[in-house]
């Protein structure tokens, strides 16, 4: 074992991280699956992550040869781009044959998979709705209205959507992002589901916001409220006797939290598979009377 520190943990290495890294869908499901997967055993949810897991799957096997997508056209990315805009207009989406092939292998796929009741029924609705029902069900996950009691096939929506996502936000030139706001993604526009401290050789112990729908990576300074910006009254709160790797970051400002993963801690941790596992200390926040200022389909309707 050679005894030279290993690069990027080099005590006092400055670090200087890309302001956004875009996401690999090719293995960007299929390790959220594992994770789930990893969670589950002895958890008090472990049935419903299990099912999560085989959504991630389904998600990771739907893009697999899907139909190509349809592109923004180039001067209006590049508009995006000079004006410091998401690229990715999610208000202006329209469902193309991509995007439908997509959903529909996502309703498809989990049909044989073993799930919980409620989204059983969910999926049996989602299937028997039409496209121009599925094109209302998008515009209201895009728009963060999700109707009461419609909260499962809206998730099986906005699966599909983050995979489609994912594989257009890929596409981009992740050096001409710029910051599009606080909480605000500056691939898509979309909210962040949490954010994340990473171990990345060069960039070591920096944080990043994680978007909910495309998984584009933003940095965003440390102990500044990822919603409103402030960096006053900004505390963490975790739950007593668990390893300490999650915590909420809670702002006094706009009384709401967003979860912090130490990641560089704890390289297995995925910001969308540990948001929900850690159900509890939401329920520990709400108690105290804050606000959850993430979006993660899987926590609709909490
Ligand atoms: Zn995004
Ligand atoms: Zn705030």
Redesign the pocket.
Known sequence: MSDTPTPGTIIGEVASPPFARLPDPAHLFAERAERFRTLAPGHGLAAYLLFLADIAETQARALTDAPEPTWPAADAIERSYDFHMPPLDRNGFVLDEAFTAVLSRVITGLGDVVMPELARAALGRLQSTDLLGRAVMVRNVLSDAIPAGAFAEHALVAAALQAHFARLAARLAPKRLHPAGDGVCPACGGPPVSSVVVGWQGAHGTRFCVCSLCATLWNYVRIK?T????TKGIAYQGIDGDAGTIKAET?E??R?YVKILHQHTDPSLDPVADDVATLGLDLLLRDAGLRR?AVNPFLFGY
Do not use: E
């Open positions: 409220c919603l409103c910006g402030t702002c400002s706009c709401a200022g």
